[in-house]
């Protein structure tokens, strides 16, 4: 009796406490969900953008190449560049012929040299704590085995039955699962040109959305899921609020799980998980969020962007901080080509960040906000926007290392954790550098990530001036930016 007794107390606890955990289909339960600290903690992870796109893998530059589909079916364009519209159409007649199908990409798309082991070798040396392929994007192919995209387009639509014939998610999320890094998904909600959702809307989201989805996250069960697409519909419409609900329940995923906010028209940055800026150099905000941009500028592989229009490794490594700074992560993009290689500029890159996380990380990961992101010198803090429609990376520059006559520059960057305060400096000081509104105690431990011995340091009117060390280009302990480190 009393075992009896025993054993009905525990269902009652544990119905009562899986109760109090179970998300409603409603974005107040969703929103109660606290969004997992490892997100917080991982200030950088790596976007992919790859599908049959990446094979004419060409738009005119300033536009992203991964819309293809969409700008030489609507006879379209925009981006950062004065267009036509006419220019993808053009490009496509003349190498490809006007009855050729982006359809016929998919089998084009071979991914041959595809080898998930050293991609997910090449995300652990660059440093991120993260990545998010494109699992399908919105031209509605899929990267994995979906019958339910076969069905609703009424042909072959994933990489298992053309193309490549391989499971290309599943082959990345084992490899990636070998390293420390956290496998994320990107799920485009919608899909441009999918009958279904061009002829009846609600057949799509339960017929084709919701189970496809489902498939997707039962087969995989991924840390971090980046949702897109979702903005000509409110959410209501997408059902997300009950698929949310199914993912948070059932889905079987780990209570680590991240979503983002693109779940419906007007639903970023107000619900769900963490806020996702694009191009974006000016968002700041409590809440968790994250900025994600190309390396260059499209997000799929561009054959027309040239090595000048990458950023380089010094403007990435800014770029990082100071998104960082400001309380965010870094979503930074990649586009492989068709064989299923990272190219060698993007891969360069990469490892450039990896080196400086190398000596730099403890500023990086694991930080938070401080009290105020940056030290501005004098001068107007107004600077002129770089790109006509998306803001270039080089914003950055223009704020640190090289800004036009009369304009500001942030001369420090903050972050924090307890008892610790980071403080990035984008030049290297001469001699020394006055730190304001910083009063550290007398016991206080300041140093530079990178080298060993401590550094001196006295109080001025406004702050304290700390002293760097006259090092060579042997001795210096990296490139680009560099710590001092405040230990109370």
């Given at each position: ?27 107040e ?42 700008w ?10 004065d ?19 982006y ?14 082991d ?32 076969n ?35 990107y ?22 959305l ?9 087969k ?29 329940n ?28 694009e ?32 950023n ?6 800014l ?11 870094l ?40 009290e ?19 803001t ?10 090289d ?25 290297y ?19 530079m ?10 109080r ?11 090092l060579?280009p ?15």
């Amino acid at each position: 009796m009393k075992r009896y007794t025993l054993i009905c107390l525990v269902l009652i606890l544990w119905t009562v406490s899986f109760a109090q955990n179970k998300i409603e289909p409603n974005w107040e339960s969703i929103d109660a969900r606290p969004i997992p600290e490892w997100f917080s903690d991982a200030k950088f992870g790596i976007f992919i953008h790859w599908g049959p796109y990446s094979v004419p893998a060409w738009t005119p530059k300033g536009t992203y190449s991964e819309w293809y589909q969409y700008w030489l079916q609507k006879k379209t364009l925009f981006g950062n560049g004065d267009f036509s519209g006419k220019e993808v159409v053009n490009f496509h007649n003349d190498r490809y012929g006007e009855d050729y199908s982006y359809y016929n990409f998919g089998e084009e798309f071979k991914a041959e040299l595809f080898d998930a082991d050293e991609w997910a070798e090449l995300f652990k040396k660059a440093g991120a704590k993260y990545i998010v392929p494109t699992t399908k994007h919105h031209d509605g192919f899929c990267l994995w085995p979906s019958e339910t995209a076969n069905q609703t387009w009424g042909f072959p639509w994933n990489s298992v039955d053309i193309g490549p014939k391989r499971d290309l998610m599943g082959e990345l999320t084992k490899a990636v699962r070998k390293t420390d890094v956290k496998m994320g998904m990107y799920y485009s909600v919608y899909e441009w040109f999918n009958p279904l959702y061009n002829s009846d809307l609600d057949r799509f989201v339960d017929e084709h959305l919701h189970p496809q989805f489902k498939d997707l996250i039962s087969k995989y069960k991924p840390d971090l899921i980046f949702a897109d697409g979702e903005w000509d519909h409110p959410a209501e419409k997408w059902k997300s609020q009950e698929l949310l609900a199914w993912l948070f329940n059932e889905s079987g995923c780990s209570d680590d799980l991240v979503i983002n906010d693109r779940w419906g028209k007007g639903i970023r940055f107000n619900h769900a998980g963490y806020y996702t800026a694009e191009y974006d150099p000016t968002y700041e905000g409590d809440h968790p969020w994250e900025e994600c941009r190309g390396m260059g500028f499209s997000f799929g592989y561009n054959r027309a962007e040239d090595s000048w229009d990458y950023n380089s490794p010094q403007n990435l490594v800014l770029l990082l901080v100071d998104v960082v700074s400001r309380g965010g992560n870094l979503l930074l993009d990649i586009g492989p080509d068709a064989d299923g290689k990272i190219p060698p500029i993007m891969q360069d890159r990469l490892l450039s960040m990896g080196a400086w996380l190398q000596v730099n990380g403890e500023a990086i990961y694991g930080t938070r906000k401080y009290e105020k992101t940056c030290q501005w010198s004098e001068g107007s803090k107004d600077h002129p926007k770089v790109g006509s429609h998306y803001t270039s990376a080089t914003y950055v520059l223009k704020q640190t290392v090289d800004p036009d006559p009369g304009y500001a520059v942030k001369e420090v960057f903050f972050t924090q954790k307890p008892g610790l305060l980071y403080c990035i400096l984008p030049k290297y000081p001469k001699e020394s550098i006055e730190i304001r509104d910083i009063h550290p105690s007398s016991s206080a431990k300041i140093s530079m990530l990178g080298y060993k011995q401590a550094l001196n340091w006295v109080r001025t009117r406004d702050g304290i001036r700390v002293e760097v060390p006259a090092l060579i280009p042997g001795e210096i302990p990296c490139q680009h930016a560099w710590t001092i480190r405040i230990e109370e």
